[in-house]
């Protein structure tokens, strides 16, 4: 290292240097030399390593992280004077400053926005206007555009694109905001930029930049580590050498840090540091010294990575190198920067860099740094891309020409692209975008560099298509010039080299290697799909020529995928390896979009459709040739019909599910109909050379596949081939799968006899022997039962086939219908299924390649909305007139879509009182190609089978057929009489109707089978009891078929006028008979029910019989408590009001109630006794800062006296409880059981459970409710002896004075061990200092009262039990308080009654807590609790002999009066003179803190904004607040301001005391169990004085202070001389001001794109000026933090946890409520390992959230669902929703929270 620090120049002397540098001097040398470029490099050599790379800069803790940022500052300034400002001098020929000025004012602003997006940026993009959903505008643009009241979706950018603001062909409509707006007068801006420059300024800029630009790409595509390119070599050269390391993607974080400990001996946060770097620039120097010394480093390094896959790439480099490389970066930005200055410097820029160099082809400087772009850092690619992006991407012409030179390189790029291993984004691929999707580009080497890189795609050159080929007039001059259509899809070709003997492709065994290079070779497609996104409007020879040509490279590719993966049924043996399937499916998916595209393109010119139907058809018949070869050909013959086909079985041969040569003709099929081109152009299609047979057969097969599987058949094929059945009917693949192959058959049947249609289909299921043989109505036996049942599953799929080919006719082209319909009846058989959320719809429908689905123009016609409520999402329910267009057999339905969508809509008729049968709706006319479909429906092959299937329901015995099959044929006979129907109504004369189907199905069946015609079969069925449920629709085909009769028969009569169906008269007769069978059945059932309710009522008398004394016991004990009920609440109002007190010694005595309750655990009953068995309420305790509104506070520490409690409660322990009741004993046994469950669980090495058994917790037994430990249940107290004379506070104070002093001096003594000292005090009669109460409870419920006093002080204190700590009693007390304080502030802030109100487990809870603190003295040393009370009372009564009492400000009193009134009992226990004052001392002592709470309000009250003077005359409250704030006044001497009015005092004084006094009503209440006056169990007027009465004060409080005037001034003098009010009320200290403001979560804005926007320019506070990857809001305190992440972690006793955990500990005291900004999530944390997520407060305009943004809809807050969050978090209720949470997911429970 030492000869290292020598060869640096004292920094002095380059300083110096540094000063008398002068910019201007060198730029006028420059501008006279012979050689720029040689003067400037011989500059750049002498500086550059001066100034850059002076030595290790290394990451690390804070001291040395703030002496790097220094150093880059130092940098940034030498670089700015020494290197950049000569070069502006000479750009200029002026001051730099003035002359960049004079360039931006004379500069035409452009219209085009161009803001890079950063990561996590909200993006938006208009569904309605957008060209396609690549076309997006910035947060800015979109607010100022036309869009934002249009249908918009909202994402977050993964960083890199930019805003189309300004491009007039990203938008169909508004393509400007109103800041981009082009002016009037800049419509001459199509000139030059460049010739409003000085020309002596053109010519410098050009030299400048050609210099630097040149510098640059040199530098970036330098690959030598040691030399530096000519001109450059430094003066004198030192052994300085870095060790840099790069990025990769295959190499994990974990991987890096330990690797870099182990080579660079650094520690884990360095390492970590170094990582994060390296993750974010590409490459980091990790060692400087000399070269021995890197050398050393960089052979650990990779030695440790080469052992899985390939080592990091680690460099040795000479310091100057990376020195101008560091200026190259610089150089570059600076370029950037100046162009933003003037359209014509950016022209200038784009003509140098596209300027072709001396070795031709590829040689530009553009094209050097494109074709490099893999072997260079992310660092480097991210600059530059900047810099494409803002000069050529941002000028129209040059983006043109660059478009070009990146099409001719494009599989290239591509290919390096797949061998490289970085993200596309940083890469120049994903520039395709902006080229591509530009609807007017070397494509195929980025793309060939871009596959065998390895970073991601969007660092990667490639990822700029996205800005190329989604413009479209650039994609279509590219497809034209360069054939960029065949030229994506050849170079997609090439890379899937895997091929079987028959040339399709063969996917092996999915390894990751080759799921990242598929992953990679996928984003051609994305580019495919770009240059095809917007279809074109005009045709021109050359794009017809070229966009063939590219069908004709796609057709190939769709040639190696024709009958992929094809399977064969395994027999006998389940297969031994599932076979690979996802890769085929995958690119299916991927495909689907670009099939689609194809064909719409094609639809949009005659000329081309014709052309590729015929290019598509060859291609096929190429692919069938061999289809029948050497198979052996057979005749079937059915009903007198005879067919030749050959033999082939699905269950025996190969079958394939990948058909994309049939399924893209099937579509091209559909759009010769549909743009009636068949029709006019009939010549020019080969429609004669289709041979409908071999159509038909692949599909065919693949839909009998599909049955088989359905049936059973090919269980042992293992799931591979189920999941392919489910794909293929999936709605990701259905268009271009399963329902192009519906169409495919639908074309063949229309072209073929329809009995040969359906013997083949017959054939191909395997059914034909079961039809064809001579008595096939009698039912085939078969002696295997699984056969059988495949052949019943078989007829049944194939007879809905039948119904499917017939029937689906919603394609336009196929029937006479529009898109809008096909839509429109895909929503209604959704909801026919049940009410769904927009998001479920959306999901049903399949996407087109703008990612629409429609939905929205249709919805509301079909559908009306529900909003949702607090929980769940708003639905779309169907309108019910849409319910006669339900088909039972919808061809997208699954089979149990099927029968929900069945059972509700025969439940809707049920109640609507109609028929249940489901008829088929009527369909819509078919299309004139497919006309001949109809046919189908009444040819002789369907009409046997339809008879067979009768037949075989009319004598049902045996298992050969089902009601499925039953019912299917009912729906064929229902659909061929709505054909027939339709016919007739549409046709004028007898002879236009082909269709009878009604004289064939009165015909008997053909000979030889004897059985009647399938009418009088249905006749016969009508009745049949075993077929009940189908009778509604038997009854409605014979209604049909008689209205059909009676129709023929007029229009024959009179063959003019046709009528429609009217109610005829066997109609009639048959609706009447069945109205009488409903009615009887009906009342039938009605007199079934009364039967049985008298028997019940029956039985009920008879058993309060047999038990009368039971019943009379508990009804006698019902009328007692009435009574006594009646009498407490009735008497006469004086009385009332003197009994409802609840303190001091006017209090009635309670009622001696037994409290009688039940174990959860052994159901035994108990009676709640002191000295019986324990029994406890299981609870949880936690430490909280809910009440607190200062976040800024440091919490305090575990070594507190938490003696005081200061009114700000920063930190406070709440109890809350499920308020379920066990025996102590039962209790422990139930714990110990989970303990030692959790030990066995620790030794299978089993995930976390969700509570915490080492911090005592378990789950309730019975509502398994979080707890971690339990109160014990205590009696009630005792009734006050009414005996007693009440003494005065005078009296009272004195004598507990002469009691504190005898305890003083008793302490004294045992400290001095005896020695007496000084004068003992008198000791007041009956006090004895040294008594031992007797124990007043049995050694059971001390145990527990002990268990919860050591929950309470290990929760609150944070640390280990330890039962001798004199801060037990507090915190026990402490947790009392706080609990009623935040039920109490809840209540105020609901507006809920005081009382009344609580569920009865807040109930239970309280009322135990506040009877086990007045207890829990009992089991504490007795001197402690004496001196608690001795400290507490000098707080009031000023005690000499106690040193430290907090000022009066500081002391919340509500703590105060709780801990003092509770401690009293011990030092009245030793009082055995026989006199019980303890109610009058409560009584005092509220009296003495509520005055004291007065002052403290008045104190600290602002009555600065004096309301208006009221009259003179104020009342007796005003006056005598006004007397108690001047007596402070004089107290103060001053320091509080003058107030004349006493009204506007009083009401600052009863608004601050009434929270007090409410908490002290709620205490008193459940510690003397009195019962609440009336009018506080309602909300309303009259709390004021009810409140007073109860806690037995007066309603002028101020009577307290005036009516002892004499004993409290002295006290109240002696609070405000306390030092510590002086120094506060100065503004020494913070003043709480009362009442206190609630506390509230922050608001959150309206609108979450103002989140979004927030969160992404927050930047990792760590990481300098890094994108936070997952920002996270503290919904408490608003901080933002960087969550999740390495950068931000920090250690929290002794553990590494993320920046929310480690934020948790400060802000709630371990509890957070967090919500992720990009994930659109709330996150609730509980301690390290606790937490979940909550469903977001945030839905769109359907009601729903929208986690992961993954939707994209605008979100709003919803303001109650925020509410129902706030309330969670007030109540102290997340610690157990997290625990619901993880007990009903355990998936939750293995997530490291710790580290987020």
Known sequence: MAAAEADRDPPSALRAEFLNFSAKDTAAVWASASDLQQDVYHHLALYVPRIFCLGPNVGGAGAEQREEQREEQREELACQLLLLAPLEWLLLGEEPSSGLAGLQEKNQPSHLCGHVFRVGEPTYSCRECAADPTCVLCMQCFLGSVHKDHRYRMTTSGGGGFCDCGDAEAWKKGPYCQKHTPKESSRYSEEDPVAQLPPEMVARSCSIFSILLKYAVDMLTWDQEDQLPAGLQPPERGDTYYCMLFNDEVHTYEQVIYTLQKAVNCSQKEAVSFATTVDRDGRKSVRYGDFQFCEQAKSVIVRNTSRQSKPLRVQVMHSSVVAHQCFALKALSWLGQIIQYSDGLRRILCQVGLQKGPEGENSSLVDRLMLNDSKMWKGARNIYHQLLMNSLLMDLKYKKVFAIQFAKNYRRLQTDFMEDDHERVVSVTSLSVQLFTVPTMNYERLQNDYVKDDHDREFSITDLSVQMFTVPSLARMLMVEENLMTTIIRTFVDHLRHRDLQGRFQFDRYTAQQAFKFGRVQSLIGDLKYVLISRPTEWSDQLRLKFLEGVDAFLELLRCMQGMDPVVRQVGQHIEMEPEWEAAFTLQMKLTHIISMIQEWSSTDERVLIEAYKKCLSALSQCQSGLADGEQPISLSLAGHSVDTFRYQVSQDKVSI???????????????????????????????????????????????????????????????????????????????????????????????????????????????????????????????????????????????????????????????????????????????????????????????GNKETGLERVIDTVASFRKPGVTGRGLYELRPEWNKHFNLYFHHYSRADQSKAEEAQRKQRRQNGEDTACPPPPPPPLCPLFGSLVNLLQCDVLLAVEGAVLQWAVEPSGGGWTESMLQRVLHLVGMALLEEQQQLENSSTEDDISFNYICKITRPGEAPSTSGSVLALLESLQNAPHLEVHKDMITWILKMVSNIKTMRERTSSNSSVTVSPGPGGPEEVVRDKDKAERKRKAEMARLRREKIMAQMSEMQKHFINENKELFQQSLEELEASTSAAAETSSPSLDQSSVSQVCVGPRRPGGVEHRQLVTCILCQEEQEVKGHGRAMVLAAFVQRSTVLSKNRRRVLPGSDRDPLFMNPDLALGIHTASCGHIMHATCWQRYFEAVQLKEQRRQQRLRGHTSYDVENGEFLCPLCECLSNTVIPLLPHTHSPDHSVIHTSLETWLKTTSQQIAALHAAHRKQESEGAAEGVEPPVPEGFIVDFVPPKPFSSSVSEMITTFSMSTYKVGLKVNPNEQDHRVPVLSWSTCAYTIQAIERLLMDEEKPLFG????????????????????????????????????????????????????????MFHLLVYSVLSYSSVHSLDQSGRSVVDSAHLHLLHLVTVAHMVQILLSSTTEEVCMEQDSGGSEEEELTCQLYDSLRTHLDGVLPEVSSGWQLWRCVKAGVTPFLRAAALFFHYLNSTAPPADLLVPGVGQWEALCSYLSLPSNLLQLHHSHRAVLEPLIHSWCRHPGVHQTLRGGGVIVRFPRESNRLIELPEDYSVLINQASSFTCPRSGGDKSRAPTLCLVCGCMLCSQSYCCQTEVDGEDVGACTAHTFTCGAGLGLFLRVRESQVLFVAGKTKGCFYPPPYLDDYGETDQGLKRGNPLHLCPDRYRKIERLWRQHGVAEVIGHAQEANQTLVAIDWQHL
């Open 1397 to 1452: 109100s609580l569920p009865c487990r807040q109930d239970d809870c309280l009322s135990s807590l506040c009877r086990f603190s007045s207890s829990c003295w009992t089991v504490a040393p007795p001197t402690t609790v004496h001196k608690h009370f001795i400290g507490l009372l000098a707080a009031l009564v000023p005690d000499s002999q106690v040193e430290n009492t907090p000022c009066i400000l500081d002391i919340d």
């Open 658 to 848: 990948h058909l994309p040569l049939c399924r893209l003709l099937a579509g091209l099929h559909v759009l010769l109909s549909r743009t009636e081109v068949a029709s006019k152009f009939p010549e020019q299609l080969p429609l004669g050379e289709l041979s409908p047979p071999l159509l038909i057969e692949l599909p065919l097969r693949c839909l009998v596949l599909c049955a088989q599987v359905h049936a059973g058949m090919w269980r042992r094929n293992g799931f591979s081939l189920i999941n392919q059945i489910y794909y293929y009917h999936n709605v990701k693949c259905r268009v271009e799968m399963f329902d192009k192959d519906i169409i495919m058959l639908q074309a063949g049947a229309s072209m073929m006899d329809p009995n040969h249609f359906l013997m083949i289909v017959l054939s191909r299921f395997e059914l034909f022997h079961i039809f064809s043989s001579a008595d096939c109505r009698k039912r085939y036996r078969e002696a295997n039962k699984d056969v059988v049942q495949q052949n019943n599953t078989l007829i049944e799929e194939m007879l809905h086939l039948i119904i499917m080919v017939v029937g689906e006719r919603f394609v336009s082209g196929v029937g006479q219908v529009e898109p809008f319909d096909e839509v429109r009846r895909e929503i209604i058989h959704q909801l026919s299924i049940r009410p769904m959320a927009h998001s479920e719809l959306v999901k049903a429908l399949p996407e087109n």
